[in-house]
């Protein structure tokens, strides 16, 4: 099996390029026309080829870099660099299990020649650099908005009704009736009931795909509807540029499960999918493979901040220019016995079994863990100027985002809550917002004992001076939906600039010790004019992310 440089991005080149020679010498900087001339009068190709050899051993220029070539590429995860590819690079093709010998260009012996003058060589990156800079169009950046929102939850599957119901402080959370769990400590969850797919997806993928793909594909659809992307609007849409990133944290847990169960009793009874739709990135290439996306489509997988990460890296797609329409969000269907259990043998969970509405409670001293919930939740981002030329209707805009790592536990957050200010100042930064125009914060706040206060904590390090703040936390009715939640709490977010009203915090009947209570929202909802907000989602392994959404305004932020 031969491998080709094709994989190797600017910064594998020039990884190679100074490992293996170096930078001539103030003498030997004199024009490419002048050194042809002279070293055509010195040596003929032969004699340049077997002089440079003679001076590492015997050993080709492809052989002499290929250990080091082999090992940098094994690992380069950097974006291919076309310019390079199409180039007589160093070495435009080697063995993975052996060096290839290529033609030496004269570019490659003028570089072979001076090797020997003692200085770093930097020729190979600058070339690459020089061919992208050429490429460059300086242009203003690219503003980037909400045209279509879908979701998929306990408390509906429309976004309307979604919303509504989260405004009326309506409690989606229920006792378990997927299977019995009448033996787990844990018996209530933020549960889905009498789901269909009908309309949305096709019979055959209903029966053989995770419900995690299921809720992705129809929120997918449904926020295309929503973003009134009908057939004709479809037909007219340059598909290269339309992308697909909606991530899930633990994937096609069921299909998985079942391919175990199945393998108890031989390999011959797994299903062929159990695999491939066990898989986090299979949900976004099946909803591309429906529609006929051809853009970046990958998935992102950061536990519960899945959701939010999925939603920048897609809004970077589109400023960079690289497309014009992208879904994004996350998906998660975990509410089955190894998702249970799990959890719970991490000691995660509420267990108020006989009050399943009061169970998730932000910030309120008497909460116990949180509520697994279950769902996806998706966003159209749209560039603007694409938007307004079909006459999309905006919801709102995105304003920017942030991401950093606690590096502390892989399930506790920091105890000084520095990942999460960190992430908060990036979003700032990244955004060009002004701190104090942040009025409305759909914090993370799980209810567990002490992620809720670290949280809070760092919340008002970074905004305690905005008498204006007010917070709410979305998963006080709906449960935790993991990888969905961060997605589906961006659309509660969207919503709330919409419409101007933001949902309550149910059953914050006793503020913890340390909470001002007066910055966050009460039982009932409230009217806000929205300037910006700021959504959290923080994930096991001390992943942190933060978004901004605000109005849409003619000239921008």
Not at 92 to 109: D, E, M, N, T, Y
Not at 128 to 145: F, G, I, P, W
Not at 369 to 397: C, N, P, Q, S, W
Not at 476 to 485: K, Q, Y
Request: aromatic content about 8%.
């Amino acid at each position: 099996m031969v491998m080709t440089a094709s994989f190797a991005s600017p910064l594998c080149t020039w990884l190679v390029a100074t490992t293996c020679m170096n930078e001539p010498s103030e003498k030997e900087r004199i024009p490419k026309s002048a050194e042809f001339a002279r070293s055509s009068k010195k040596f003929s190709n032969t004699a340049r080829r077997r002089n440079f050899e003679s001076k590492n051993g015997g050993s080709s220029l492809s052989s002499f870099c290929g250990y080091k070539i082999r090992s940098l590429m094994s690992f380069c995860p950097f974006k291919p660099c076309e310019e390079y590819n199409n180039s007589q690079g160093i070495s435009s093709s080697f063995s993975l299990f052996g060096s290839k010998a290529v033609p030496i260009s004269h570019k490659q012996r003028r570089l072979s020649k001076s090797s020997r003058s003692g200085k770093t060589m930097a020729a190979a990156v600058q070339q690459v650099k020089q061919v992208a800079t050429d490429k460059l169009v300086l242009t203003k950046k690219r503003r980037v908005v909400v045209t279509g929102l879908g979701v998929v939850s306990s408390l509906g599957q429309d976004v309307d009704e979604f919303y509504n119901n989260l405004l009326e402080g309506i409690s989606g959370i229920s006792q378990i009736e997927a299977f019995d769990c009448s033996e787990f400590p844990t018996r209530i969850a933020g549960e889905i009931k009498n789901f269909s797919s009908n309309g949305w997806v096709s019979q055959k993928l209903s029966k053989r795909a995770d419900n995690y793909m299921l809720y992705l594909i129809k929120a997918g659809k449904k926020a295309l509807a929503d973003g009134g992307i009908t057939e004709e609007v479809m037909t007219e849409l340059d598909k290269a540029k339309c992308g697909v990133i909606i991530g899930s944290a633990l994937g096609g847990l069921k299909v998985f499960t079942d391919g175990v169960e199945a393998l108890q009793v031989s390999h011959k009874k797994m299903n062929p999918f159990s695999i491939p739709f066990a898989t986090t990135n299979m949900g976004s290439a099946l909803l591309a493979m429906d529609l006929g996306w051809m853009g970046p489509n990958y998935s992102i997988s950061t536990a519960c901040a899945t959701g939010n990460f999925c939603i920048l890296s897609a809004a970077n797609h589109i400023i960079r220019g690289e497309t014009d329409m992208m879904l994004c969000g996350g998906s998660d269907a975990a509410i089955i016995p190894i998702g249970l259990g799990g959890f719970i043998a991490c000691g995660s969970l509420s267990q108020r079994n006989e009050d399943p509405t009061k169970a998730s409670r932000p910030w309120d001293m008497q909460r116990d863990g949180f509520v697994m919930g279950e769902g996806a939740g998706v966003l159209l981002l749209e560039e603007l100027e694409h938007a307004k030329r079909r006459d999309a209707t905006i919801y709102a805009e995105f304003l920017g985002g942030g991401f950093t790592c606690d590096a502390y536990h892989a399930t506790e957050p920091h105890p000084d809550g520095t990942g999460i200010v960190l992430c908060m100042e990036k979003a700032l930064a990244q955004s060009g917002v002004a701190r104090e125009d942040i009025n409305y914060i759909n914090a993370h706040a799980t209810s567990t004992p002490s992620a809720d206060l670290k949280e809070y904590q760092a919340i008002l390090r970074c905004f305690g001076q905005n008498t204006e703040l007010r917070i709410n936390s979305t998963k006080c009715m709906l449960g935790h939906l993991l990888g969905a939640a961060g997605a589906v709490e961006a659309v509660a977010t969207v919503k709330a600039i919409q419409t101007g009203w933001i949902h309550p915090n149910i059953n914050l009947e006793y503020p913890d010790e340390g909470v001002d209570a007066n910055i966050l929202v009460g039982s009932k909802r409230e009217r806000v004019d929205v300037k910006v907000a700021l959504s959290n989602s923080l994930g096991f392994g001390g992943h942190n992310s933060s978004i901004l959404f605000g109005p849409y305004k003619k000239f921008g932020y």
